[in-house]
């Protein structure tokens, strides 16, 4: 089956070429064009192909994740197929992955594996956590459906945090796809003019409770001042026990996305990259010494691409209040 899934794939990959340049350019249109024109975030449509992609590759159950897929107006799910399609027969047909996606070994992630494995990690920890919560807070919230999949629970209170004219869209967007999300307290904050917890317990939030606190995907596009002012706030009005599992990128992989043309692309949709950590030497004692510096207790973590020679690009990390 491996010798017939190759073939197969290969003939597959020669005749949708052209097609999968076309659905390429299909998905760019609506994430740039379309996100720029509706004044929202193109980062965030980023985040949704590649759990859609987890989804359709049978990797991570996320029936929400497809539904509003379907139901956004900047991605293309016709132009992901396009692009997917003989990569998904070949894993149809033998069982395995090949290239994209893939679930490399950890340590040895690439950049190509960013989205997916950063997805895995933060499942794991937060279903080791999540029991023991009572509220659940994203921090720049996104397209994520964390809240409208298995983490949903009774006596588990949702909020989430994010601009303004996302979480519009967002919210439009999960009632046009029939997803159920009043018990979800949405929170429009921008953390570099606003007060989040100030909105937080005006919404709702109660600083007694257990929280756990998802900033998933966020830090990079923050200067250090916000990134630290957060950490002091969480640390200020969340309850002992409470725990945040959030990603931090390296000072290479943010130079990389400062080069001109990532910059430029961000800068389309008004976005820009800022915050990253030295972990060229001693990754570990960095993250340990960034986290303690803001009275946060270092948790479990996962050092993306640590096997490398230049160390990892970035880091899952939990910490505790
Ligand atoms: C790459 S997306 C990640 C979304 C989500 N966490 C996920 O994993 O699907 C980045 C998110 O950060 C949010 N964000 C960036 N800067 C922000 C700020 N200053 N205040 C609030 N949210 C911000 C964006 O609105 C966007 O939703």
């Known amino acids: 089956m491996r010798l017939l899934s190759w073939v197969v794939f290969l003939v597959l990959q020669i005749a949708f070429l052209p097609l999968a340049v076309v659905g390429g350019l299909m998905v760019t249109y609506k994430q740039m ?6 004044g929202v975030s193109q980062t965030m449509v980023e985040v949704l192909n590649g759990r859609w992609t ?9 029936v929400a994740t497809v539904r509003l897929a379907h139901s956004v107006p900047n991605t293309s799910i016709f132009g992901l197929w396009l692009v997917l399609v003989p990569l998904w027969v070949k894993y149809k047909l033998s069982g395995t992955y090949f290239g994209y996606p893939r679930v490399p070994a950890e340590g040895r992630e690439g950049l190509g594996d960013l989205m997916i494995a950063r997805t895995l990690y933060i499942d794991r920890i937060m279903r080791r956590v999540v029991g023991d919560m009572d509220q659940f807070v994203l921090l720049g919230a996104g397209y994520d459906t964390r809240a409208y999949g298995e983490f949903k629970r009774d006596g588990l209170a949702f909020f989430e945090l994010d601009q303004a004219p996302n979480q519009e869209l967002k919210v439009a967007s999960l009632g046009r796809a029939g997803i159920e999300a009043a018990h979800v307290t949405f929170v429009s904050v921008d ?4 007060d989040a917890f100030e909105k937080l317990r005006a919404d709702g939030y109660d600083p007694t409770k257990k929280t756990l606190f998802l900033w998933e995907g966020v830090t990079l596009y923050l200067d250090v001042e916000d990134v630290r002012r957060t950490l002091r706030d969480v640390r200020k009005h969340a309850a002992s026990g409470s725990v945040v599992v959030a990603d931090f990128y390296s000072e290479r992989f943010i130079r990389w996305g400062s080069g001109l043309l990532a910059k430029k692309t961000l800068e389309y949709t008004d976005e820009t990259v800022g915050f990253g950590l030295p972990f060229t030497t001693d990754h570990e004692q960095i993250l340990q010494h960034f986290l303690e510096s803001e009275g946060m207790k270092p948790g479990e973590t996962f050092f993306l691409g640590s096997a490398g020679k230049k160390g990892p690009f970035m880091v899952v990390a939990e910490f505790g209040v």
């Open 33 to 38: 064009i379309v996100s720029k024109r509706l």
């Open 54 to 62: 987890m989804h359709v590759f049978e990797m991570r159950q996320d």
């Open 191 to 194: 953390f570099s003019r606003e």
